[in-house]
């Protein structure tokens, strides 16, 4: 009859080198979702200045003149 297997346990050090490989891992992951979550956001506002580019263009409105109205309104909310 064949004795039961029993279970080595690992040492602390072994789990302590784990436990920092997840960890890096994990960290860099993190980084990875970090870049990609910047990239995302300038190609947001890149497309956003486009359209805001054409609209501008189409009603043959300057930069000054859109910040002129958008000062003016707030203006009027504040006085609101």
């Known amino acids: 009859m064949a004795r039961p ?3 080595i346990r690992k040492s602390y050090e072994t789990l ?3 436990n920092a490989e ?3 891992k994990h960290k860099e ?6 870049k990609e979550r910047e990239e995302l956001l300038k190609a947001k506002r890149d497309e ?6 054409a609209y501008m263009q189409q009603n ?7 910040l002129e109205y958008l000062q003016g ?3 009027q909310e504040e006085a609101s």
Request: a negative charge.
């Open 5 to 7: 297997r029993t279970k």
């Open 16 to 18: 302590l080198e784990e």
């Open 22 to 24: 997840k960890l890096r």
């Open 29 to 34: 992951a993190l980084q990875i979702l970090e």
């Open 48 to 53: 956003e200045m486009q359209e805001l580019y």
């Open 60 to 66: 043959r409105l300057s930069a000054s003149e859109i």
């Open 73 to 75: 309104m707030q203006v």
